[in-house]
């Protein structure tokens, strides 16, 4: 009987599509904005000086709308690597396809992005926010939180809610949505800022189920002392995180060290340490005679900026301090009273 051989078939790998062409050259016309001033604002890409009227009122709605499914796809971004998303494409009017030189897709993670003070368009952003909360936004607040406006309400918060989850979950992972009933407002919170960012250019001027035009802008903060707490709350521990990821624990330890002696206070011991103490506590007090103790985990290799040597160089030297100290405390330094050195000097001494 012969002996049949299996060969296991490697799962397909998905191959990913060219970016399609989502409109044709010069099917989009460029209509100019009426003018309703005597100034066109650039900052606010509209005229100044004019009557007061409802900015929106003037509004039309969106020529086209992107499909994530249909219109993402590889392009001459994917080879040459540029991270930052065809402005566009987000729109839905890019007529380059696979030849543009910028992504079709969603953005790529967060650790990708190296510059902070643009967006996922690679658009500049500013220092503070323009007074309509439009625009790019600014580089000194993290902003995941979009504000949508104008919704045509048909039915109760819980369907309205749905429905905003529907259009907008296209964009992008959705921490959380708040529905301001009556108002026809909801709030958008995304996990990501860049999705937000996203989500922001594509839905501007769009409808949801009832043919409206959403007005879409950056959301101001929320003025809820406690919203804010926990605001201020979250920057810190993910500052604090983000250090810690970087920095030797080691070197930690002995800075704490160092700081405890010039506070002359008693030297703190880091929680892994301690829980670490205390089970090899346990163990010598559960453990039989005759069993031999544990030994000791090698130390792991340094991961950080100083070497085991410098660590173990400042501990010594943190060490040396307290005892210096003791001995100066023990033994203080006796007065000098009356001339002191100089009474045994006289003028005919060299």
């Known amino acids: 009987m012969e002996d049949s051989v299996v060969v296991a078939e ?23 904005t009426p003018q309703t001033g005597k100034e066109y604002n650039i900052w606010y890409n509209k005229w100044a000086g004019g009557d007061m009227e409802d900015n929106y ?6 020529a086209r709308r992107c499909n994530i499914r249909k219109d993402a796809g ?8 540029t991270k930052y998303c ?27 992005f190296t510059e902070h003070s643009k967006d996922c368009f ?39 809610e749905e429905i905003v989850t529907r259009h907008f979950k296209e964009w992008g992972e959705i921490d959380r949505i708040r529905i301001l009933q009556g108002r ?17 250019e594509a839905m501007a001027c769009q409808s949801l189920d009832n043919d409206e035009i959403l007005n879409v802008r950056w959301a101001t903060g929320d003025p809820n002392p406690v919203a804010k707490a926990a605001e201020k709350r979250r920057l810190e521990e993910d500052g604090q995180r983000a250090i810690a990821n970087r920095l030797d624990p080691r070197m930690v330890s002995a800075m704490r060290a160092i700081r405890a002696l010039e506070d002359e206070e008693e030297i703190p011991q880091a929680p892994e340490e301690e829980e670490a103490e205390r089970e090899a506590k346990r163990l010598r007090i559960e453990a039989p005679e ?61």
Not at 57 to 62: F, L, T
Request: proline share 9%; aromatic share 8%.
């Open 184 to 200: 026809s407002v909801a709030f958008v919170t995304y996990v990501r800022e860049t999705d937000a960012q996203f989500a922001k």
């Open 290 to 350: 005759d069993e031999p103790e544990p030994s000791p985990e090698p130390e792991p290799a340094p991961t950080g900026l100083l070497s085991a040597d410098t660590l173990e160089g400042m501990m010594h030297f943190a060490e040396i301090r307290r005892r210096q100290q003791e001995a100066a405390a023990k033994n203080p330094p006796k007065p000098v009273t009356g001339l002191g050195a100089l009474g045994g000097y006289g003028s005919d001494d060299d």
């Open 86 to 112: 065809c402005l566009f494409f987000a729109r839905g009017q890019c007529p380059y396809g696979w030849e543009c030189q910028y992504l079709h897709r969603l953005p790529p993670p967060d650790s990708e």
């Open 57 to 62: 009122s003037n509004k039309v709605h969106a």
């Open 122 to 160: 690679g658009r500049d952003k500013f220092s503070d926010y323009r007074d309509d909360m439009g625009g790019v936004g600014s580089f000194s607040k993290q902003n995941k939180t979009i504000y949508v406006g104008r919704i045509k309400e048909t039915g109760p918060g819980h369907e309205t």
């Open 74 to 81: 590889y392009t001459r971004a994917d080879t040459t690597g």
């Open 10 to 32: 490697k799962p397909a790998q998905k191959k990913l599509k060219p970016a399609r062409k989502q409109v044709k050259p010069g099917e989009v016309e460029k209509k100019e």
